[in-house]
């Protein structure tokens, strides 16, 4: 179980190394659909990625382990 512990820690780890392009792309794209000037990621935006990449590698070390399975 430490073992796996430690993947998952790493896996996360990973995952929020993306943290981000995807809060600067989320601005982005909030800028462009509202017609807004372009800005900087707000917090809530960055807190939102974050929580996004959070849930994302808990959900996708699963995939990640049936579709790499030894």
């Known amino acids: 179980m430490n073992k796996f512990l430690i993947k998952l820690f790493l896996y996360n780890i990973r995952w929020q190394l993306s943290t981000p392009t995807l809060a600067i792309f989320s601005?982005?794209?909030?800028?462009?659909?509202?017609?807004?000037p372009l800005a900087w990621p707000t917090i809530p935006q960055w807190c939102g990625?974050?929580?996004?990449?959070?849930?994302?590698?808990?959900?996708?070390?699963?995939?990640?382990?049936?579709i790499f399975k030894k």
């Open 49 to 66: 990625a974050i929580v996004a990449n959070f849930i994302g590698a808990n959900i996708f070390i699963w995939v990640d382990r049936l």
């Open 27 to 36: 601005a982005l794209t909030v800028s462009y659909m509202t017609n807004a």
